[in-house]
C-alpha cells in the first residue's frame, strides 16, 4: 500500500483535491494527516479534517490522523468517544506517547490504530495485549524526520520491522516528496536518512523490496510530474527508465527482463523480433564500451542474437557484435538492481 500526507495548516491544502484525485488513481490509497491544532485555530481544522475526510470517501483512501488529546479535545471529542470522527471520513488514529494501554487498546476495538514502530518494546507489547489490544487492528508506523542527519539507519529499521513483522503487526515508512515541499526547513521528510536526497520512487522501490515494509507514505505535500510518471508507469506493472537516444532503432513498447535474469544485463524478451527490418540485416554501429546503463542491440554479427535488447547493469567492455543505441540516464540507473526477472519495463527516450 501507498499514500501521501495532507497537512491541514498549509495553504496548499484548498487546491489538493485535484492532486488527491490523481494519486488515487495511480494505486495511492492511503492520507496521513497532523492534528496538532494550535489553540487559536481549531475551527479551521475542524473543517479541514471535514473536507478532507469528504475527499478520502470520495477516492475511496483511508484516513489516518496523527493525534494527541489536546487536539482531540478542540474538536469536540474525547478518548471515551473518538470513534465519532470515523462519520467525518477518518479510518483510524496515530497514538503516540502519554496514552494508557487500556485506552489504546479500547480503540483498537473501534477503529484502527497506528503506533510508534521505532519505540515499542516486547514489553510494551505484551503490556498491550494484556489489555486487551486487538492486533489485526494495528499498524506499526515509523515516523518522518525534518533535520537533517535525524533520519533513522537502515540496518537497525529492517532489524525492527522483521520483529514486528514476527509479531503479526505491519509496518509503515514515510519517503521524501519531490514537489512541494512541508516546512519550515523543507529538506524533505524521510524515515530514512538516505532517502533524504532520493529521488522517491527510488526510495519506494528500496523499501518495498528491501524494508521490510508494508505500506509507504510520502512525507512531504506532493511528488513531481516525473516521480508522478514513474509511479503511473508502476500502477500498470512496469519500471520506466528514461535515456537518451545514441541512434534510431525503432525500439518502443513495454518490454519484459526474462525470467532466467542474466547477472550483468537486462534481456529483452520481446526484442528480437527488431532485429530485422524488411530483408535488411541490422548492421555493426557504434560498438563502443558499455558502461553501466547501456542500452544495446546486437546486430547481424551476433547471428541468432541478433536483434536482442539488452541494458547493461555493469561496465562492459565494446563488442563489434553490439550496437549501442542507448543510455540511461543517470537519475533512473539506481531503478535497474529492481528489475528482477520477469519484471516489464518501458525506455521513454527523452
Avoid at 484525485?21 to 475551527?43: A, N
Avoid at 465519532?84 to 489504546?104: A, K, M, N
Avoid at 476495538?109 to 489489555?131: D, H, P, Q, V, W
Avoid at 528514461?242 to 547477472?263: K, P
Wanted: proline share 4%; with cysteine; aromatic share 8%.
Amino acid at each position: 500500500m501507498r499514500g501521501i500526507s495532507v497537512y491541514l495548516g498549509d495553504d496548499s491544502f484548498l487546491n489538493l483535491e485535484p492532486y488527491i484525485e490523481k494519486v488515487s488513481k495511480l494505486g495511492f490509497t492511503s492520507i496521513f494527516t497532523s492534528l496538532h491544532i494550535p489553540e487559536d485555530d481549531p475551527l479551521l481544522y475542524k473543517e479541514r479534517l471535514q473536507q478532507l475526510g469528504s475527499w478520502a470517501l470520495k477516492f475511496n483512501m483511508e484516513l489516518m490522523a496523527d493525534i494527541a488529546p489536546p487536539s482531540l479535545a478542540h474538536l469536540g471529542f474525547g478518548w471515551d468517544n473518538a470513534e465519532g470522527l470515523l462519520e467525518w471520513g477518518l479510518t483510524g488514529l496515530r497514538i503516540d506517547y502519554g496514552v494508557d494501554d487500556d485506552i489504546i487498546a479500547s480503540l483498537s476495538g473501534k477503529m484502527k490504530i497506528a503506533l510508534n514502530a521505532s519505540t515499542l518494546t516486547k514489553e510494551g507489547l505484551a503490556a498491550l495485549a494484556s489489555a486487551g489490544l486487538q492486533r489485526d487492528a494495528v499498524e506499526m508506523w515509523h515516523n518522518f524526520y525534518p533535520r537533517p542527519e535525524t533520519g533513522l539507519d537502515s540496518v537497525e529499521f529492517v532489524k525492527t520491522n522483521l520483529w514486528l513483522k514476527s509479531e503479526g503487526l505491519n509496518v509503515m515508512a514515510f519517503i521524501p516528496g519531490d514537489g512541494l515541499l512541508r516546512g519550515p526547513l523543507y529538506k524533505r521528510l524521510p524515515t530514512l536518512e538516505e532517502h533524504r536526497d532520493m529521488d522517491p520512487f527510488r526510495a519506494y522501490l528500496h523499501l518495498k523490496e528491501d524494508g521490510a515494509v508494508d505500506k509507504v507514505l510520502i512525507g512531504d505535500i506532493t511528488l513531481s510530474d516525473d516521480s508522478l510518471e514513474q509511479f503511473a508507469a508502476f500502477h500498470e506493472g512496469e519500471i520506466l527508465l528514461r535515456a537518451q537516444a545514441l541512434m534510431e532503432t525503432g525500439l518502443r513498447g513495454v518490454q519484459t527482463n526474462r525470467w532466467d535474469a542474466a547477472r550483468d544485463c537486462i534481456r529483452s524478451m520481446e526484442s528480437r523480433q527488431y532485429g530485422l527490418i524488411g530483408t535488411h540485416l541490422l548492421k555493426p554501429n557504434n560498438t563502443i564500451a558499455r558502461d553501466r546503463g547501456s542500452i544495446t542491440v546486437d546486430n547481424e554479427r551476433y547471428g541468432r542474437y541478433q536483434g536482442e535488447l539488452q541494458i547493461t547493469k555493469r561496465d562492459l567492455p565494446a563488442d563489434d557484435k553490439v550496437n549501442v543505441v542507448g543510455k540511461v540516464i543517470a537519475e533512473d540507473l539506481n531503478l535497474l538492481p529492481y528489475i528482477k526477472g520477469g519484471m516489464k519495463f518501458k525506455i521513454e527516450w527523452i
